[in-house]
């Protein structure tokens, strides 16, 4: 088969689409031939060299794919060959074919074609383990996305609204903006020009959010905490603005809050299973009504790879960069 490998770490030219030993199912896996994958945040740093796979995962870049059952491994039960599939991956999901623990599969959602379905199951896992299953996000609460026009952004703003919240996005420029509130945002900050603490103070009576969805890490810890509201969470599950920052203890415990830092790739099997049996129970079945749609901004050959890392390392899209075999 072929997929994008990474020889030697570096810029988007470092993916190289190249000719590799097919994967072959182990024991509870499935063999997918994939129809389409996704570009995210990780597979800029796992290219770049930041972010080695998991031990016993694929090499190759991909955390997320669609496509159709190839081959049943030993123990497989529920699934058989020819069924259309999208899935959690640990990676290699930039290639013609990838084995997948069964207990990461999902059905191709009613409604949705095959290639588009590749851009769900990354964001509506990472959006659905972290603002609910983590951080318990209720309805008529308030919860902060930063990066509102992210593949991330746009599934949390939808989902927090099925279930009742409030949202509020940051986003770059008026554009951006625009398209957070169509998705269903309630409260739009431009971190260009705004202050999101001043803002979300403007706008919640001084309240603050109940739920903070973070991508940026160090660089927004200290005003996070500030936006929290009594008894708030922050969820921080990107560092683009760095690994570093100091926490002030006293304002979280004056705010009875808490701060949590998670990860999807690195958890055990049995975990991301438990996480996408609940995306199919509670997601799935909004995407099938219409309430919540994948947002795809553009759709690319896989081997033009390199093209999509440059346009999500430019924060030039709004939601799913998706790649096609």
């Known amino acids: 088969m072929y997929a994008i490998t990474i020889p030697e770490p570096g810029g988007p030219e470092a993916l190289v689409w190249a000719e590799v030993p097919d994967p072959v199912p182990g024991e509870g896996e499935v063999l997918v031939e994939v129809v389409a994958s996704a570009v995210n945040r990780a597979d800029v740093m796992q290219r770049q060299g930041f972010y080695d796979p998991p031990p016993g995962a694929s090499p190759y870049p991909g955390l ?66 972290n603002v609910f299953l983590t951080a318990h996000l209720r309805p008529g609460e308030t919860l902060l996305v930063h990066g ?77 905490v500030q936006a929290l509201a009594v008894n708030g969470r922050l969820v921080i599950i990107g560092l683009q603005g760095g690994r570093k920052g100091e926490l002030n203890l006293g304002a979280l415990l004056a705010k009875r809050a808490s701060v949590t830092a998670t990860s999807l790739r690195g958890r055990p099997h049995e975990e991301k299973a438990e996480i996408v049996a609940a995306v199919r129970e509670h997601v799935w079945p909004l995407i099938a009504g219409g309430r919540v749609k994948p947002v795809v901004d553009r759709t690319l050959p896989m081997r033009e790879a390199t093209q999509a890392h440059e346009v999500l390392e430019s924060s030039a899209h709004v939601g799913k960069l998706l790649l096609t075999t």
């Open 148 to 224: 509102g026009s992210s593949g991330i952004g746009t599934m949390a703003i939808q989902l927090a609204k099925a279930v009742g919240a409030r949202v509020a996005v940051t986003a770059g420029g008026a554009a951006k903006l625009e398209r957070c509130r169509e998705l269903g945002a309630d409260i739009l900050i431009d971190y260009r020009e705004q202050d999101f603490v001043e803002e979300l103070a403007k706008a919640t009576g001084g309240a603050g959010a109940d739920v903070i969805l973070d991508i940026v890490g160090a660089k927004y810890l200290e005003r996070n």
């Open 64 to 129: 997320e794919c669609s496509g159709r059952i190839a081959e049943l491994g030993p123990g497989v039960r529920g699934w058989e060959v020819g069924d259309e599939v999208c899935a959690l991956l640990a990676g290699g999901g930039y290639a013609e074919k990838v084995c997948v623990p069964a207990g990461q599969l999902l059905p191709v959602p009613d409604g949705v074609d095959t290639v588009t379905a590749a851009g769900l199951p990354e964001v509506a896992a990472t959006v659905w383990s």
